[in-house]
Nanobody, 130 residues
Framework: HVQLVESGGGSVQAGGSESLTLSCGTSANTYNHYCMGWFRQNPGKEREGVAAVDTSGTASFADFVKGRFTISRDNSRKTVYLRMNNPKPEDTAMYYC???????????????????????WGQGTQVTVS
């Protein structure tokens, strides 16, 4: 069982000069085997995939954040990061870190695994863009 802990959420102003970085750490010994990703959710809406990063650091993104967000992982620290550049008000949501054993690891395959209930989740961190 993988336990995930997110941090770094908060309030940020919309705009090209603004950014916010979310972090997700774990103590799992098998962290390096996991496809890692970020999802987000607003009340009354479905959770939506934002980004995924495979064990070698190859990233993939949802179209609505391409060119603005980056995702990376530090395997030595067992941590994955989501950097939100040029945030928009529509990026406001609770952001969740997820881990799954899936290959290949892309945002699309991660969505499929999540829909099947085969992913671990953190408790979420709120991001508000105004």
């Amino acid at each position: 069982h993988v336990q995930l802990v997110e941090s770094g959420g908060g309030s940020v102003q919309a705009g090209g000069s603004e950014s916010l970085t979310l972090s997700c750490g774990t103590s799992a010994n098998t962290y390096n085997h996991y496809c890692m990703g970020w999802f987000r959710q607003n009340p009354g809406k479905e959770r939506e995939g934002v980004a995924a990063v495979d064990t070698s650091g190859t990233a993939s993104f949802a179209d609505f954040v391409k060119g603005r967000f980056t995702i990376s992982r530090d395997n030595s620290r067992k941590t994955v990061y989501l950097r939100m550049n040029n945030p928009k008000p529509e990026d406001t949501a609770m952001y969740y870190c997820t881990a799954a054993l899936v290959h290949p690891c892309t945002i699309n395959t991660l969505r499929t695994v999540v829909a099947a209930g085969n992913a671990a989740w953190g408790q979420g961190t709120q991001v508000t863009v105004s």
